[in-house]
């Protein structure tokens, strides 16, 4: 069982950025490959990024590309997402998971384990 959590989060205006972390429990976690996914105020989850186990390889939805930054430090147990030129639309609730085989799936059926969110919002 490994336990995530997010932070970071917070209110920030149109244009600005911020860093939202993801830190586990366990140091297997540098085994896992994890991945943000939002949900917004009456839409389903969606996902964001997603990033290897080494971190050799990410993967984005259309929606981020050029404005996040996923990244991770294995030796802190920790994952990053830089978000940058934040738009309103990107108001959610940020949840990180963790995949025990290590990919960077975009599929949430892929993620064993969850955080409990973090609110994100982006004011216009």
């Known amino acids: 069982q490994v336990q995530l959590v997010e932070s970071g989060g917070g209110l920030v205006q149109a244009g600005g950025s911020l860093r939202l972390s993801c830190a586990a429990s366990?140091?297997?976690?540098?085994?896992?490959?994890v991945g943000w996914f939002r949900q917004a105020p009456g839409k389903e989850r969606e996902f964001a990024a997603a990033i290897n186990w080494s971190g050799g390889s990410t993967n984005y939805a259309d929606s981020v590309k050029g404005r996040f930054t996923i990244s991770r430090d294995n030796a802190k147990n920790t994952v990053y997402l830089q978000m940058n030129s934040l738009k309103p639309e990107d108001t959610a609730v940020y949840y990180c998971?963790?995949?025990?085989?290590?990919?960077?799936?975009?599929?949430?059926?892929?993620?064993?384990?969850w955080g409990q969110g973090t609110q994100v919002t982006v004011s216009s």
């Open positions: 366990r140091h297997t976690f540098s085994n896992y490959g």
């Open positions: 998971a963790a995949d025990v085989d290590g990919s960077y799936s975009s599929r949430e059926y892929r993620y064993e384990y």
